[in-house]
């Protein structure tokens, strides 16, 4: 592939190196799937220490709030690629899960004054029992009738949350959520959320990165290229779909639980469709089928949609039109094209230097 | 050579973007605008948000307050609780932002409210419903609109006046038509009218109520109410009022203070006729009373108004006018350094100011501006807006 896209360096190459050595910071590894076993390379410090040093380097509430905001949505959009870029089985019923353990979280505190850390693994158990429930009929279906079971179970769930009052509020919803804490350590800025949900995230970062390593991540590889394949080769399909739908559930499931902690609200408008569609995007944008491209893609999409707010009514038109044209210059996602770009540049000087020596 | 150059231009570029005016004698005054310009809201927050930058224009002209001009940073928050939130930080980060006006929908309230309380900046919210929200007693959040208690006051009232005894309520799946209808039963029995609330409800995007309706029928003829509430705003009245008449029903409909847009008449037709409704003043300024203070005050806007854009004024636009009115006016009573605190406390002793939809009073006890004298009661005749009058309880 890297042969057939680019052949030569470009002097607009120049223009992107700035971009391009950024991206490097977060691009997946090509040989993820050839590897056997887990290595801590320089990499992954860099990831680290760039999370660690961001907000103290870039110190602002505003960048901290959009961070924690991006952080919450990048565990959801985790949650998906293992779903949709790993296993190939698309979900629109997301923001559901997203709800379910927000509510989880609103109920357990604000009710029965469980502390937050419990509520926290309550809600990712929560999200993967309903999904445990609703995957065992659903997942029987397949490409267009998975999305339009998952989207109505979506609408379920929202139509659930209104007519209960008793429970969730109805449509007013539950308030004066506590701030997340853990032994009386309150996370009560922008900066210590921030911390606390890139945290949870790394941790579930090297959660999936070790999953699709294992040999249950290379039987969803199996299944997503074929399912009759798959079970020729002694997989159980409909085992494998079941469970990376309850991960990906439950990891709805804990980001909805801080979501809730960080606004301290929780009602039915935030868990519509337009969460479950967004998500979606930011999983293709940020480029299926690895693990930190959605990650990118969801700290991508919540800056953008953040930084378009000053164009007021301009801002949905403008938003689509990026969305368009990012889709048609990159249709694999923005980090696998790059990635492709990147391992092309780097090797470049290496090939010239090579050439040079055969032509003397 | 051509490199020093280079280096020298850039640096003077860059010293000059340092040096730049910031805080200059007349740098303005900045107001946050957190809006729902996109979204289901756009239609009615492009009116604010034109009615705003309206009088804001008018204000500078005049050579601003103070002598320091007035200035509108808008921001676009998508109908998003998160993008609310975040918009709300971006403001509070500004030293120079003194105030943030809005988000419109209850539900993101909630979550700007709280972060105004934790950063110290007055907030200033349209349409607040939620009791949840209201029992906290917060310090930095205004009102500017007529709260559900208020309407729903004179809504007993108007039944009262009609002699209504059984009143049916059909209301709408949101906060805000939520607590009207219980604030009306809460009230109404209190004054012995029997109020029923439905358990059917409706969301705004509903087309059609006639499968809610149908299985309200029985009730209505069952239990013989004398009126039916049509607890809810925008397009569900009107369609609420045709799908009833369309089942044959002939009770007379009450509604809400939001039924007082043209819109509503243009989409129920004959269907509207003879619906009545508390209502603000903006909706029948000319029919108000010769010494009504307001008057005046809704003549000059509608007229400014109707040059500038080319449409009617509505009610939505006089809180453009009432917001902007109201900041102006504390700016002037501010002593001193303008401050984010001065700018409240002033905020908050507000007394008698003249907008459009009344008179406001604000006090540290009350973040809710405009009282019950502010309504009016309006019934649909001939396809428009007729006030009516009850001896006793204006």
């Known amino acids: 592939m890297v042969d057939q896209v680019h052949k030569e360096f470009r002097k607009r190459d120049l223009l992107y190196s700035g971009a391009l050595w950024l991206l490097s910071l977060i691009l997946p590894d090509p040989q993820l799937h050839y590897r056997r076993e887990y290595q801590f390379r320089k990499r992954d410090l860099i990831y680290f220490l760039t999370i660690i040093a961001l907000p103290m380097i870039w110190s602002d509430p505003h960048f901290h709030h959009i961070m924690v905001l991006a952080g919450i949505h990048a565990i959801l959009a985790l949650g998906l690629t293992l779903f949709l870029g790993y296993a190939g089985q698309i979900s629109l019923g997301q923001a559901a899960f997203f709800g379910i353990g927000a509510y989880t979280m609103a109920i357990l505190t604000t009710r029965c004054g469980v502390p937050s850390l419990p509520a926290f693994w309550a809600s990712g158990l929560t999200a993967s029992f309903f999904a445990y429930l609703i995957g065992r009929p659903i997942l029987k279906l397949k490409g267009y009738f998975l999305a339009l079971a998952t989207l109505g179970f979506g609408e379920i769930f929202l139509v659930m949350v209104r007519e209960s009052p008793g429970l969730t509020g109805g449509v007013i919803g539950i308030f004066d959520i506590p701030y997340f804490s853990l032994a009386g350590f309150i996370f009560d800025t922008y900066l210590k959320q921030y911390y606390l949900i890139w945290g949870i995230l790394m941790g579930l970062a090297l959660f999936s990165k070790n999953l699709i390593r294992s040999k249950m991540g290379r039987a969803f590889l199996a299944v997503a290229s074929s399912e009759d394949g798959a079970s020729a080769v002694g997989i159980d399909v409909s085992r494998i779909k079941l469970s990376v739908f309850v991960i990906g559930a439950a990891f709805a499931g804990l980001a909805g639980s801080l979501f809730a902690s960080v606004m301290s609200t929780a009602n039915p408008e935030t868990f519509s469709l337009n969460l479950s569609v967004l998500i979606v995007m930011m999983v293709i944008l940020g480029g299926m089928g690895n693990l930190y491209g959605p990650i990118a893609g969801a700290i991508f999409l919540t800056w953008l949609i953040n930084g378009l707010s000053r164009y007021q009514e301009y801002s949905l038109p403008i938003y689509g039109v990026i969305l368009i044209l990012l889709l048609v210059f990159f249709p694999d996602g923005i980090g696998t094209r790059l990635r492709v770009r990147l391992i092309y540049l780097i090797s470049y000087s290496g090939r010239k230097r090579r050439r040079e020596k055969v032509e003397l | ?394």
């Open chain 2, 1 to 394: 050579m051509k490199r020093k150059i280079f280096l020298m231009s850039f640096s003077i570029l860059f010293l000059m973007t340092w040096i730049s005016p910031v805080h200059a004698a007349k740098s303005p005054y900045k107001i946050g605008v957190n809006l729902e310009l996109t979204g289901p809201w756009a239609e009615i927050t492009k009116t604010l948000k034109n009615a705003m930058v309206m009088e804001v224009e008018k204000i500078n002209a005049k050579g601003g307050i103070n002598g320091r001009p007035l200035e509108l940073l808008f921001e676009d928050n998508g109908f998003d609780v998160g993008r609310a939130a975040a918009n709300m930080t971006k403001f509070t980060r500004d030293k120079d932002i003194l105030l943030v006006v809005g988000p419109f929908e209850d539900n993101l309230q909630a979550t700007t409210r709280a972060i105004a309380e934790r950063e110290k900046i007055a907030n200033i919210i349209i349409c607040p419903s939620n009791p949840m929200v209201r029992d906290l007693k917060q310090q930095w959040a205004f009102n500017i609109a007529q709260s559900d208690i208020i309407v729903s006051q004179k809504l007993v009232d108007l039944s009262i006046a009609r002699k209504y005894k059984k009143v049916l309520v059909f209301h709408g799946a949101w906060p805000l038509a939520q607590s009207l209808a219980e604030n009306f039963k809460r009230f109404g029995e209190a004054k012995g009218i029997k109020v029923i609330i439905s358990p059917e409800t409706h969301k705004p995007t509903d087309i059609d109520m006639t499968p809610q309706l149908t299985k309200m029928k029985p009730v209505i003829q069952k239990e013989k109410v004398d009126a039916f509430y049509a607890c809810t705003g925008g397009p569900p009245g009107p369609i609420i009022t045709k799908n009833l008449r369309a089942l044959g029903i002939k009770t007379p409909v009450l509604g809400t203070h939001a039924f007082g847009f043209g819109f509503i008449i243009a989409l129920g037709g004959e269907a509207m006729e003879g619906v009545e409704f508390p209502a603000a003043k903006p909706v029948v300024f000319d029919q108000l009373d010769e010494n009504d203070p307001v008057k005046p005050v809704n003549i000059d806007f509608d007229k400014r108004w109707t040059q500038r854009y080319g449409t009617p004024s509505d009610q939505i636009a006089g809180y453009g006018y009432d917001i902007i009115g109201l900041i102006e006016d504390a700016l002037k009573r501010v002593k001193g350094k303008v401050t984010r605190s001065g700018l409240r406390d002033a905020f908050e002793n507000t007394k008698g100011f003249k907008g459009t939809h009344g008179i406001y009073q604000f006090s540290p006890t009350e973040h809710d501006g405009l009282s019950k004298k502010d309504l009016v009661f309006v019934r649909i005749e001939g396809g428009k807006f007729k006030r009516i009058q009850f001896p006793g309880t204006e």
